[in-house]
């Protein structure tokens, strides 16, 4: 009796052993895995309340400058893609082209001296620039939750944890394609 509980002692510590590790590496693959779900939705808040903000924007601006419809028209299109979004480079590519967009807004705005002396569009322009600066804050914090996420899913033997149970790599956050390049404003329309 002594030797069956001396076996069974020994088989529980090596199964011990061997599956505390697994459930470890487990919940630390769940634990960053959320903290990258709660980066990315941080990046579509601050995204949003940009969204929300430049309504109010354009109707300012369009009070002064009625005559520049295309750059309306661009905003209008970009936010469209920004809400329609599907995944974390979707949502870089539109938020790239509605900076475009806004950039080209407030060059713009350059033109109408009365609407920079506006102190609805200097409320607007302040809350704008703020939420631009938390987007970029947002950005930085959810691509250095995707780098412990994948550093994790790629480090040995988390790494065999990690295909067991699908936690497969997350893509950064990336600007689009051209987003580097400055936009080019014509002003002799």
């Known amino acids: 009796m002594n030797k069956t509980l001396k076996t069974v002692l020994i088989v529980i510590a090596v199964l011990a052993a061997l599956i505390l590790p697994i459930i470890g590496s487990y919940n630390s693959l769940v634990s960053?895995?959320?903290?990258?779900?709660?980066?990315?939705?941080?990046?579509?808040?601050?995204?949003?309340?940009?969204?929300?903000?430049i309504p109010n924007l354009v109707r300012t601006v369009e009070r002064y400058a009625s005559q520049e419809k295309e750059i309306f028209t661009d905003i209008a299109n970009a936010r469209s893609k920004l809400a329609g979004a599907q995944n974390i480079?979707?949502?870089?590519?539109?938020?790239?082209?509605?900076?475009?967009?806004?950039?080209?807004?407030?060059?713009?705005v350059e033109r109408y001296p009365d609407l920079k002396s506006s102190q609805n569009f200097k409320d607007l322009t302040v809350n704008l620039e703020g939420t631009e600066n938390r987007i970029a804050i947002a950005r930085q914090d959810y691509n250095t939750a995707v780098d412990a996420y994948n550093t994790k899913v790629r480090r040995f033997p988390t790494t065999i944890i990690a295909g067991m149970f699908n936690f497969d790599e997350k893509p950064y956050y990336k600007a689009a394609e051209g987003s580097k390049e400055v936009p080019k404003v014509d002003f002799t329309k």
């Open 32 to 53: 960053l895995d959320q903290n990258v779900k709660k980066a990315e939705s941080n990046i579509d808040t601050q995204l949003q309340r940009r969204s929300d903000l």
């Open 89 to 108: 480079q979707d949502t870089a590519n539109a938020d790239a082209e509605l900076s475009s967009a806004l950039s080209r807004l407030l060059v713009v």
